[in-house]
């Protein structure tokens, strides 16, 4: 049986800016394929760890193994096989996306022929055929993120980091550029994808490591990082609003725990993830005559499931590693 080694395996893992301990010991272990998820507020260690692991920026403790060469002796070998993509667009805003991709196909070693076929296929599978000409300013903010993901993959790297690749943009753009990564992970490409988005961690990591000033204090699938709340949140819709009050004292009596009134006055939710328990609350609503015209359990979600482990949501906004980096 063939082992396959980690993409990414590092081990107490410090970098330190000034007085500020960016990254203090991070251990990691990326398997090979698929996407995993590097979780955190700003500020928490994501992109100085991106940084170190891209050969970017020399750790000052500790030791990495990324596509089985050492971080420290063997730099020129990962460089080889791998890309970054950072938060910001990195092509020429004055040239059109075609000139973009054929520009660096040329630097990396192709002929015009090659580089020119290369971008076209690029242009076709990222969506940017049609603005292939047009120059990059005028490109809305999604069309550069997908144009700076294509220009890191003129040659399909093995590890490619992805550095919070869809901050800034709307619900549709994130779409786009969540497409473009699978359709890199079904090619073949591992990926570390940084996020400070919830959602984006849920949707596209197979496993996500959370990130709290400089230290990993959870890893796992995102069920895994769920389930170890302990519970899931129950929604009942009442058919009369005028007895939300009754209701509350009998969802409280039979599940526990605090009711919450929900955003319309017919709407309460209370914590649980106790099935049994659950469904002797609706029973008792009706034998109560209290009518029900819908309800629902939610699984945790990864905003409850930070805030539990971190004491704080994460959307905070803190001063950290990039300021310091």
Do not use: C
Request: charged fraction near 25%; charge should be negative.
């Amino acid at each position: 049986m063939t082992v396959v080694e980690p993409a990414i395996e590092t081990s107490g893992l410090v970098k330190v800016f000034g007085e500020t301990r960016a990254v203090d010991g991070v251990d990691l272990v990326v398997p090979a394929g698929g996407v995993y998820g590097f979780l955190g507020p700003n500020g928490a260690g994501k992109t100085t760890t991106i940084r170190m692991l891209a050969t970017l920026v020399r750790p000052d403790a500790g030791t990495a193994r990324v596509l089985g060469h050492d971080l420290v002796r063997e730099p020129d070998e990962i460089r080889a096989r791998m890309s970054l993509t950072g938060q910001y667009a990195s092509v020429d805003e004055q040239l059109t996306g075609a000139e973009n991709l054929i520009l660096l196909g040329r630097l990396l070693g192709f002929s015009k022929t090659q580089a020119a076929a290369r971008a076209d296929e690029l242009l076709d599978v990222f969506g940017l055929t049609e603005a292939a000409g047009k120059q990059v300013k005028d490109y809305s903010g999604g069309m550069r993120r997908r144009l700076d993901i294509a220009a890191s993959v003129v040659v399909t790297p093995d590890l490619l980091f992805l550095d919070e690749p869809t901050t800034g943009l709307d619900p549709r753009a994130r779409n786009q550029v969540w497409d473009v990564i699978r359709a890199l992970v079904a090619a073949g490409t591992t990926v570390l994808l940084t996020t400070q988005y919830l959602e984006e961690a849920d949707r596209l990591a197979d496993r996500v490591a959370v990130i709290d000033r400089g230290r990993i204090v959870a890893e796992g699938t995102s069920g895994d990082l769920k389930r170890s709340v302990g519970s899931g949140t129950v929604h009942v819709r009442l058919s009369d609003p005028e007895r939300r009050q009754e209701a509350e004292r009998v969802l409280s009596g039979v599940i526990g725990g605090e009711v919450k009134p929900g955003a319309e006055p017919n709407a309460l939710s209370v914590a649980s993830s106790d099935l049994e328990r659950v469904g002797s609350a609706l029973v008792e609503l009706s034998r109560a005559g209290i009518g029900v015209t819908g309800y629902r359990l939610d699984e945790p979600s990864l905003d409850e499931v930070f805030f539990a482990l971190t004491g704080h949501p994460a959307d905070v906004d803190e001063k950290g590693e990039e300021s310091a980096a």
